[in-house]
């Protein structure tokens, strides 16, 4: 299922939300149009390399310097592939605008990064001694979403059903789809781990981190009187 668009209405204009897509989106194409190696290079400086963390002679020999977590954050404007890029910035456009309308711009800012560097962390715990970067702004959506889902429970959620590319559009309450997200987010976060030799290329923990923090911390920055922008 691909949410195409919700009914929650949103009363400003989210300038945070559509800043943190365009940085997204810019950061990712730079990427493609330089050199290979240099664009290489730059995903495990800036992307977060869990063993970079856990085994500094590790990161010392493959020539990492210490960034002191300085990837924690980065990691979050950088994206694999355009499908990565294209879902996350989807999420984002349909789901933060009505969390930065209840929050406000500022708070809404430090919100998100939270969440985007303790679901980053979780991941780190979780898979300590992964070698590869970790990239994107799921884990930081994910606490947004968990904002969406206490704010808005019985807003619509219009998504397109993909069989056999059929217009097939249904609309589905946002607790029930952002419900069934998190359940397959557990699924496969736990599946990595009780299962030996399972091959995974999804930070689900980053995701289950990033919801859980947004869970906890969203009461925190709702405000109490709706704004209203001109």
């Given at each position: 299922?691909?949410p195409?668009?919700?009914?929650?209405?949103?009363?400003?204009?989210p300038?945070?939300?559509?800043?943190?897509?365009?940085i997204?989106?810019?950061?990712?194409?730079a990427?493609?149009v330089?050199?290979?190696?240099?664009?290489?290079r730059?995903?495990?400086?800036?992307g977060?390399?869990?063993?970079?963390?856990?085994?500094?002679?590790?990161?010392?020999?493959?020539?990492?310097?210490?960034?002191?977590?300085?990837?924690?954050?980065?990691?979050?404007?950088?994206?694999?592939n355009?499908?990565?890029?294209?879902?996350?910035?989807?999420?984002?456009?349909?789901?933060a605008?009505?969390?930065?309308?209840?929050?406000?711009?500022?708070?809404?800012?430090?919100?998100?990064?939270?969440?985007?560097?303790?679901?980053?962390?979780?991941q780190?715990?979780?898979?300590?001694?992964?070698a590869?970067p970790?990239?994107?702004?799921?884990?930081a959506?994910?606490?947004v979403?968990?904002?969406?889902?206490?704010?808005?429970?019985?807003?619509?959620?219009?998504?397109w059903?993909?069989?056999?590319?059929?217009?097939?559009?249904?609309?589905?309450?946002?607790?029930?789809?952002?419900?069934?997200?998190?359940?397959?987010?557990?699924?496969?976060?736990?599946?990595?781990?009780?299962?030996?030799?399972?091959?995974v290329?999804?930070?689900?923990?980053?995701?289950?981190?990033?919801?859980?923090?947004g869970?906890?911390?969203?009461?925190?920055?709702?405000?109490?009187?709706?704004?209203?922008?001109?």
């Amino acid at each position: 299922m691909i949410p195409i668009r919700d009914t929650a209405p949103c009363n400003i204009r989210p300038w945070v939300t559509w800043v943190i897509m365009a940085i997204c989106i810019v950061v990712f194409i730079a990427m493609q149009v330089m050199p290979h190696e240099l664009s290489y290079r730059l995903i495990y400086l800036y992307g977060m390399v869990p063993i970079r963390y856990s085994d500094p002679h590790w990161a010392l020999s493959f020539g990492l310097p210490d960034d002191h977590f300085l990837s924690f954050l980065t990691s979050l404007f950088l994206h694999g592939n355009w499908w990565h890029l294209a879902i996350n910035m989807i999420f984002m456009w349909i789901f933060a605008d009505n969390v930065e309308d209840r929050m406000g711009h500022g708070p809404f800012l430090v919100f998100y990064l939270l969440c985007g560097l303790c679901a980053t962390f979780l991941q780190w715990y979780f898979d300590p001694r992964l070698a590869i970067p970790v990239v994107g702004a799921s884990g930081a959506i994910a606490g947004v979403l968990a904002a969406y889902f206490f704010l808005y429970p019985l807003a619509r959620v219009i998504v397109w059903i993909p069989l056999f590319f059929l217009p097939i559009v249904i609309h589905i309450p946002a607790v029930a789809f952002l419900g069934l997200w998190v359940i397959i987010q557990l699924h496969e976060a736990t599946t990595s781990v009780i299962f030996e030799g399972v091959t995974v290329d999804v930070a689900w923990w980053a995701h289950l981190g990033g919801f859980i923090t947004g869970s906890i911390l969203y009461r925190l920055f709702v405000r109490n009187e709706p704004m209203e922008e001109n």
